[in-house]
């Protein structure tokens, strides 16, 4: 699959069935070759047409399936309202 193709693909959380917005960047592993995480840009609560510099990042062992049109996550839902968004996401290996 091409990295274009990841792009152009929604990211849904299937916590609470938000959709979280589509992928600017991955992040790498560059020994292994392997995607370590996502990265989508956090959604403003105030003035969401202007762009924030702010972004998620997903871990890729959160990414339950990539559908044809789709990427479902399972991420913790209240983690999108309390925390401030930042480079990178505390990690729940609960989930």
Known sequence: ????????????????GRKLG????LELDLRSGMIRSIVIP???????WFSSSQ????PWKQIVKIGSDVILVRMDSQIFDAVPPTRSVPK???L
């Open 22 to 25: 589509q992928i600017v960047d």
């Open 55 to 58: 972004e998620w990042v997903i």
């Open 92 to 94: 729940h290996d609960s």
């Open 42 to 48: 956090a959604e403003s609560k105030l003035f969401s």
């Open 1 to 16: 699959m091409k990295i274009s193709e990841l792009q152009a693909k929604d990211v849904v959380n299937i916590a609470d």
